[in-house]
């Protein structure tokens, strides 16, 4: 008879993941103990449990390690995720807190469902095998196709979640089965084997690989496989969109650039559907975008085109790729957390007022909130002095050392950036155009969004003003 | 790195920066008065910091004066690196000294002057972040972020030229002044990019070690580009019709930025860039030819301008030409030495001058003055020791530096120079004692009686200056030339160390006579004989005219420059505006907007559309890697 | 017993992939679509389990269990969600749930 070990668990590793699941688990407590637990409380609570977690993260850096068996891992694939990722956790919270927040019946149920869909992401963010990435990916997704759902009162909210969970287990079909003819491929589930196939990839390889990037380009809305975004994005919860558009793409980039580093480790033929997707998802995010009159959606389109800059960071497969994504990840989520901000500050909470109409003329009654959009809009089209403009530069750096697909996506990048001036100076214009008479004013006057859309503009700005600071951070 | 400079150049610095964040942010909330008291302590700070540095640093060794100090990196892009650093030595210390006293003094003055003004926050927020810049400027430790502070005083000098916004001519000088200034930041750039070309990096350290590293047509066309900048911030020909049209910002404004401190930005960087200069001789000679025309240019325009302080304006002009010539010449520190007694007698005739139009209620025409001695004695007796200064007689200030610029281009050899500067200063006399004589000698030519208003916030700064214009040439005086020995340590490398205090008195005492018949002669006019004054202008005629319009030269902008662009404007209009100016936009725009419309239409919002798209993406992902890619998938 | 060879079971494994994907698209039941996907899902663990004999290798079992427990939970969610969407309905039809488009 064999022995079975008792695994060898080494828990400083996955500190930051015990720290949230003990996070949720207490949530629900709470609410089951004490009658008078308050939304508020109960959020505060997720809050703090994402501080501890940060803080776990934060003592990580720079000590790589592995626990159970090396299948989760703890390394500069992780650190800079898993903070983005508890950082939209936590911006996702306070967004929930404001008076209006369509956070379903049971406040504990969304509470700790977002918590555990961040469990979910930073899995991802520390797996080394297929298994675990498959865990981590459904972990996240199961728990947002319910949150997607928890605007109770509006239909458009149903029939997002609707779509999203159809859609969501078809694309995690095309990822079963692409891990399964990796595991064929290579004999193994673990992708320091897998690396091995890669030398000399056959077809069963390639066929797998291009199936998995169908649902990796799934979760991360690259087209053609973005076709649920704009509704999934519109119809959720404001809070749940924001989240969405932050934590979901950090922690599936997170495993992507670990795929694409420790299975390839530099540029080969094989990634090809990989540069084809993101052409496509820059052209089709920036194309998309020009036509919107909701900003929620027009906030979709502009994160598959986000999507698609972000894959030039692996253009090439060199070493300062990493940084480079990662820096224009973390620029990614403060503009994009700190305008999902600015919308639910405007609407209360709901997204009722998420139509660039009801901007019009926003400058000339609250223009701080007008003056804090703005700069998100401009980081979003890339204008010198805010970080999206660093972060572009990076990836234009990166991808111009590329060969042919490397300039190809520069080339789409420049061109994508120039429709996409219109696109967000739209929203702008009509910040700053008069106000019209009669004219009936957003309401919205909660003090909670404020935090995000601060933090928002501060990180927008310092990583534009000093992006040395950020980008050497992110290099260790 | 030496600590107390350490820790003192980067208060210094960010003092008048925290001022104006102050002011902006919180000054709505408080009593206006909170806002000039805030405004005033910064700059003021400000000035005892710079102080006690001065004290430090010009105890230390001649050769440890030049102090580089680095703050960290801010862009690391390929090789160049980027840092944040404070560069100290002898020549920022002079300038930093006067911006912060003379920025000090007309801030005091301000809370008098502007004291009815209803934007009065914002007049001393915009004035501290001008300081902020300008000590950006010259602390700097290279030439990236001295172009960060040359747009940021650009930018504060739009915003106090068009200060009174209500005001149409008061817009279109500060975007007059804006636009030529551009040019300048242009030039500017451009030389920075050179310099990366050459020797990959901006920071004076580097660029200074490695001149040779350029060889001599390259640091020719860098210089010749920094003097694009230089030009156009110190309004020298042909870069200088902005000047006198910022005169619509308020007083204390021209006094601190279009007389003391900004437009002296150009001698700076000249000076800065010493090391260029000495090794790029035709850039340094075509530096000193600009200044010697523009010195003579625009003192006879001010000889015929009635508006009081557009003549102060020219005069400002002139008087950096001065500076230019030395500059231009290699005779750094005589340029500097008139950059401080300028900025003591210019800032002081502003000011007074500034009194004189506050008592008058805003006339600035001198032909309605007159007779002003007895009513204001105060405005009387300071603007009197600034002519004095300003027109070269000694003691005053002025003569001193001036000289020492004129016996400089004589003892350097440039005869021509000389003689123009001569020529200049005779001229600078004249006009000086013209316009002193029309505003206070005489009887009152105005309809309103003035009413007499004396301010102590105004006074006090105007007295000081008083004082400081009347003593401040004692730095150099005739075989003790303290003022080269301060600034020694920031000429260590350069090829003319000369010193100021060789007094060539012959050529000095001609000099005076010329300026003696100068002043006479306008006495003669303005105050004995308006019959001669009559007759003189009858007989220059044209001249005259073509003076009074600044020798035509906005017209003749207008002609080479608007003229053409507008027909070139008004031409595409005709005949490109459907084909290419609105039609390959538009084609562009629909087409984009067409796909747009696509993409809006593939979304049709059913379920089983977007399976099926991903449905056909995957297979087309499929079908291209197994039939693309068959080279890889051979196994 | 004869040993049926690898490559039946990956023909096996697609032919179900396949049916699975067309039954998705072509089914406006959102639980017949379901039921598609979760063919589609055990597409991928057949080629698991056949690859995981092949290689004599556990790891590949495992993912099959950890497949097949996923699928679980994800199909409780997935009906609620359909539940929660189509009570008040009279149809339950996809074609119907499109207010979100463009």
Not at chain 1, 247 to 273: Q, W
Request: a neutral charge; hydrophobic letters at 60%; aromatic letters at 12%.
């Amino acid at each position: 008879m064999t022995q079975i070990a008792a695994p060898q668990i080494d828990f400083g590793v996955i500190a930051p993941l015990v720290a949230l699941v003990a996070t949720g688990l207490l949530i629900l407590l709470v609410d089951l103990v004490s009658r008078r637990a308050t939304r508020r409380m109960l959020y505060s609570i997720g809050i703090a449990g994402c501080i501890v977690s940060f803080v776990r993260v934060v003592m990580q850096f720079g000590h790589p390690a592995t626990t159970f068996g090396g299948a989760f891992a703890t390394d500069r694939f992780s650190w800079a995720f898993d903070a983005i990722i508890l950082v939209a956790l936590a911006a996702s919270l306070l967004l929930s807190l404001v008076r209006d927040a369509e956070d379903g019946a049971s406040p504990a149920a969304y509470s700790s469902l977002l918590v555990f869909c961040a469990v979910g992401g930073m899995i991802m963010a520390a797996a080394t095998n297929l298994i675990v990435i498959f865990l981590g990916i459904e972990q996240l997704s199961l728990a947002l196709y319910i949150l997607a759902g928890t605007g109770l009162g509006r239909p458009a909210s149903q029939e997002a979640a609707l779509k999203y969970v159809l859609l969501g287990s078809l694309a995690s079909g095309f990822l079963i089965y692409g891990s399964a003819l990796l595991y064929g491929a290579s004999g193994s589930v673990a992708l320091t084997d897998i690396a091995h196939a890669a030398a000399s990839p056959s077809m069963l390889f390639i066929t797998g690989f291009t199936l998995f990037i169908v649902g990796v380009g799934f979760k991360l809305a690259l087209a053609p496989f973005h076709v649920w975004t704009p509704d999934v994005y519109e119809g959720s919860p404001i809070a749940i969109t924001a989240f969405m558009a932050v934590a979901v793409k950090a922690a599936t980039f997170s495993v992507l650039a670990r795929f694409v580093y420790v299975v390839f480790g530099h540029d080969v033929p094989a990634l090809a559907p990989l540069w084809a997707i993101a052409i496509l998802s820059m052209i089709v995010g920036n194309v998309g975008a020009i036509a919107q009159t909701n900003l929620k959606r027009l906030l979709a389109y502009s994160s598959i085109a986000q999507a698609g800059y972000v894959v030039l960071a692996l253009a090439g497969v060199t070493g300062s790729g990493l940084s480079t994504m990662v820096f224009y990840l973390a620029a990614y989520a403060f503009m994009n957390l700190g305008a999902f901000a600015v919308i639910a500050l405007v609407g209360d909470g709901s997204e009722s007022v998420a139509d660039i109409d009801s901007y019009r003329g926003m400058f000339w009654r609250r223009p701080w909130v007008a003056a804090c959009m703005t700069v998100f809009m401009f980081s979003l089209a890339g204008i010198p002095a805010t970080a999206g403009f660093i972060g572009k530069v990076l990836l234009l750096g990166q991808a111009i050392a590329a060969g042919p697909w490397g300039i190809a996506m520069a080339v789409v990048l420049v061109l994508g950036t120039l429709v996409s001036f219109y696109v967000y100076f739209k929203v702008v214009w009509a910040m700053f155009s008069p106000l019209e008479d009669g004219a009936s004013a957003p309401a919205g006057n909660a003090l909670v969004p404020w935090i995000a859309v601060a933090a928002g503009v501060a990180g927008v700005i310092l990583m534009g003003v000093l992006p040395q600071l950020f980008y050497s951070f992110f290099a260790t | 790195m030496d600590a107390v400079v350490a820790n003192i150049a980067p208060q210094i610095l960010f003092a008048p920066l925290l001022g104006c964040l102050l002011i902006a942010f919180v000054g709505p909330r408080l009593p206006r008065s909170v806002s000039a008291v805030i405004g005033c302590t910064s700059v003021f700070a400000a000035f005892a910091l710079t102080v006690g540095l001065a004290a430090h640093v010009w105890h230390l060794p001649v050769a440890a004066q030049r102090i580089d100090l680095q703050f960290g990196t801010w862009a690391l892009v390929g090789q160049a690196h980027i840092g944040f650093g404070i560069w100290i030595d002898p020549l920022a210390l002079t300038w930093m000294l006067v911006i912060t006293g003379v920025g000090f003094l007309i801030h005091l003055y301000s809370v008098g002057y502007m004291g009815h003004d209803a934007n009065y926050r914002t007049f001393f927020a915009h004035m501290n972040l001008f300081v902020f810049s300008m000590l950006l400027l010259v602390m700097s430790d290279g030439f990236l972020w001295l172009l960060v502070g040359w747009g940021g005083v650009g930018l504060a000098s739009y915003l106090l030229i068009g200060f009174y916004y209500d005001r149409q001519s008061a817009v279109l000088a500060a975007r007059k002044a804006l636009i030529m200034n551009v040019i300048g930041d242009v030039g500017i750039m451009i030389a920075i990019f050179l310099m990366f070309a050459h020797v990959g990096d901006q920071s004076f350290a580097v660029v200074f070690a490695r001149t040779g590293a350029f060889g001599t047509s390259a640091l020719d066309w860098i210089g010749i580009w920094l003097l694009v900048g230089a030009v156009a911030k110190s309004a020298q020909l042909p870069l200088h019709t902005w000047l006198p049209d910022a005169m619509e910002g308020p007083t204390p404004v021209s006094a601190l930025i279009h007389a003391a401190t900004m437009v002296t930005a150009g001698v700076y960087l000249v000076a800065r860039c010493h090391p260029i200069y000495d090794r790029a001789p035709a850039a340094a000679e075509a530096v000193a030819i600009v200044g010697a025309a523009s010195a003579l240019f625009a003192a006879t325009i001010g000889c015929v301008q009635y508006d009081i302080k557009r003549v102060l304006a020219y005069s400002t002009m002139s008087q950096i030409g001065y500076m230019f010539l030395a500059v231009g010449i290699g005779a750094y520190t005589a340029g500097a030495f008139h950059f401080l007694t300028h900025a003591f007698f210019k800032a002081l005739l502003f000011m007074a001058a500034g009194i004189v139009i506050h008592n008058l209620g805003g006339e600035q025409d001198i032909r309605k003055m007159g007779g002003l001695s007895k009513r204001m004695p105060f405005a009387f007796w300071t603007f009197l020791a600034g002519t004095l200064a300003i027109a070269g007689v000694p003691p005053f200030s002025g003569f001193f530096s001036k000289d020492s610029i004129l016996d400089q281009a004589a003892a350097l050899g440039h005869p021509w120079l000389f003689a123009v500067g001569v020529a200049a200063a005779a001229l600078t006399a004249f006009y000086m004692f013209r316009l002193f004589f029309s505003t206070f000698a005489g009887e009152y030519r105005g309809s309103v009686e003035p009413h007499v208003e004396r301010v102590p916030a105004m006074e006090i700064p105007v007295a000081i200056l008083a004082v400081l214009a009347t003593i401040g040439g004692f730095l150099v005086l005739p075989g003790h030339d303290t003022f080269s020995a301060l600034l020694a340590g920031a000429f260590p490398d350069a090829i003319l160390p000369l010193s100021l205090a060789d007094f060539d008195w012959p050529l000095v005492l001609g000099t005076l006579m010329i300026v003696a018949a100068a002043i006479v002669t306008a006495y003669a006019m303005y105050v004995i004989s308006p019959q001669l004054r009559a007759d003189v202008s009858r007989r220059l005629g044209g001249l005259r005219l073509l003076l009074l319009d600044a020798y035509h030269v906005d017209a003749i902008y207008h002609l080479m420059f608007e003229v053409p662009a507008y027909a070139l404007a008004q031409a595409c209009g005709v005949f490109f505006e459907r084909a290419v100016i609105a039609g390959v936009p538009q084609a562009l725009a629909a087409a984009t907007s067409a796909l747009g419309g696509l993409s809006r239409g593939w979304e049709t919002g059913y379920l089983r559309r977007y399976g099926l798209t991903i449905a056909i993406g995957a297979s087309l992902l499929l079908y291209f890697v197994i039939f693309g890619l068959h080279d890889v998938g051979a196994r | 017993m004869p040993l049926i060879p690898l490559d039946d079971y990956l023909v096996l494994s697609a032919a179900m992939f396949v049916i699975g994907l067309i039954g998705f698209l072509v089914r406006r039941n959102p639980l017949t679509m379901l039921m598609a996907v979760e063919l589609m899902w055990n597409a991928g663990n057949l080629v698991l389990a056949a690859f995981a004999r092949n290689f004599s290798d556990m790891s590949g079992q495992v993912f099959v269990f950890v497949v097949i427990t996923v699928a679980a939970a994800e199909a409780a969610i997935a009906l609620a969600i359909v539940v929660m969407v189509f009570r008040r309905r009279p149809d339950v039809d996809v074609d119907d749930i499109s207010v979100l488009r463009g």
